[in-house]
């Protein structure tokens, strides 16, 4: 919990003294991270699900159960925030309102994002499917990714995403369409 604090203050130059305890961010993370997500790593039905939803009720951030998080994500605003069951988010992450790690709808097993460490994903971002956004990545507001990977130290923006910035200099790519099995 140290980490996921620490990155709040980081990341949001707002917060002062004791503040931190009022984020919805941080209530949802440390109610997944110390009670979901390991009652649903023990194989327990059902009681994991209805916290997650009591929670989404109470902070507008939906983290399901099975969604593994590491160690230091900020999620600012938060309000709309969607992490699905097989979403995988990196050490030292930022996300703002209205991100969605979703699913497409026709993948089996592994049917939701896997986000790198050091990724800023921006309002509205909706990243779908089993894709993989590299480390160090920015991800503009308002893009959509969809079954196209992401590689790391770039800069991806727009609706299809495009990337703009890879290793420091200044590009204008087409993200390539995963293969199956990538």
């Known amino acids: 919990m140290f980490e996921d604090v620490?990155?709040?203050y980081k990341n949001d130059p707002a917060v002062r003294n004791i503040e931190f305890l009022l984020y919805p961010g941080l209530h949802a993370i440390v109610v997944h991270r110390y009670i979901t997500h390991p009652l649903h790593f023990i194989g327990i039905p059902f009681i994991p699900r209805l916290i997650s939803q009591l929670m989404r009720f109470?902070?507008?951030?939906?983290i399901h159960p099975g969604a593994q998080?590491?160690?230091?994500?900020?999620?600012?605003?938060?309000m709309g925030v969607v992490i699905g069951e097989t979403?995988?988010?990196g050490k030292n992450c930022v996300m703002?309102?209205?991100?969605?790690?979703g699913g497409t709808g026709k993948h089996k097993g592994k049917r939701h994002p896997t986000i790198g460490?050091?990724?800023l994903i921006g309002a509205g971002a909706t990243l779908l499917g089993p894709i993989r956004i590299g480390n160090n990545v920015k991800i503009g507001a308002e893009t959509f990714i969809i079954d196209r990977?992401?590689?790391?130290?770039?800069?991806?923006?727009g609706a299809p995403g495009r990337i703009v910035k890879l290793n420091g200099k200044?590009?204008?790519?087409?993200?390539?369409k995963n293969k199956k099995g990538d």
Request: hydrophobic share 40%; glycine share 6%.
């Open 6 to 8: 620490k990155a709040i």
């Open 117 to 119: 460490d050091n990724v």
């Open 170 to 176: 200044k590009v204008n790519t087409k993200l390539k």
């Open 149 to 157: 990977n992401v590689p790391d130290n770039c800069t991806v923006v």
């Open 96 to 101: 703002y309102q209205n991100v969605s790690l």
């Open 58 to 62: 109470f902070t507008g951030i939906e």
């Open 87 to 89: 979403a995988e988010i």
């Open 69 to 78: 998080i590491r160690k230091g994500l900020f999620i600012d605003h938060g």
